[in-house]
């Protein structure tokens, strides 16, 4: 089945910092979506892409849909400690398949 | 607030009891989706229900049964629970031309 694969795993940063994460597949995909995951809750949906090559920013937050249709970038810019949690790609194929494929998540930590 | 419901939040089973983990959406979705979270692997796919009356296999269905009871209610049986099951368990759901999933807020199970 399609795999995503999404780095880094974890990262511990200092206030104020930018973040950058990204997935990559081993297949095309049609849709790009970013989710976030606070402390036991379940993922909210933050950026969601449809188009090779799109760029879509949602506050301090930016995604980009990667050309190959195969990879996908999440940017976070001026972090604050509320951008604390885990950080989930996932991505969707094309015609009738409707269900998403799950990155393993980027654990982010925000040192204030 | 519309949203996707869950229930337990919390539950503690001892090995071989049988418990189901209930959903509700009230957002008119056709599909709902089980997931497991579990540490380093991400979400992995349970069981799903493209539609009313229709359920199907995902990753790791094992030691699990679902029922899609009406459009609104999907649950999560699990027959005869192991430790292997402590896990967190999110529910979600999408529409027709959607193409993100809302997620529940979780249910923390441990098997001991």
């Known amino acids: 089945g399609q795999q995503l694969n999404q780095s880094p795993q974890s990262m511990f940063i200092q206030e104020g910092e930018d973040v950058s994460m990204n997935c990559t597949s081993s297949?095309?995909?049609?849709?790009w979506l970013w989710y976030k995951q606070d402390p036991g809750e379940g993922p909210v949906l933050l950026i969601a892409l449809y188009k090779a090559g799109e760029l879509t920013s949602n506050g301090r937050l930016t995604a980009q849909f990667g050309i190959t249709r195969k990879d996908s970038f999440l940017n976070i810019s001026a972090s604050i400690p509320s951008d604390v949690g885990i950080y989930f790609c996932a991505g969707r194929g094309g015609g009738s398949n409707y269900k998403l494929t799950f990155g393993k998540g980027t654990l982010l930590t925000v040192n204030p | 607030n519309a949203g996707v419901t869950q229930t337990p939040k919390f539950q503690v089973l001892k090995t071989g009891q049988s418990m189901t983990l209930q959903c509700a959406q009230d957002m008119n979705h056709n599909s709902m989706y089980w997931y497991r979270q579990d540490p380093g692997m991400g979400l992995r796919l349970i069981y799903y229900?493209?539609?009313?009356?229709?359920?199907d296999k995902g990753e790791v269905p094992n030691g699990y049964n679902v029922s899609r009871l009406n459009k609104r209610e999907f649950s999560l049986r699990l027959e005869s629970a192991a430790p292997s099951q402590t896990s967190v368990y999110f529910c979600?759901?999408?529409?027709?031309?959607?193409?993100?999933?809302?997620f529940g807020s979780g249910t923390r199970l441990t098997v001991v």
């Open positions: 979600a759901s999408s529409g027709t031309g959607d193409y993100g999933y809302t």
């Open positions: 229900s493209a539609s009313e009356g229709t359920t």
């Open positions: 297949s095309i995909f049609n849709t």
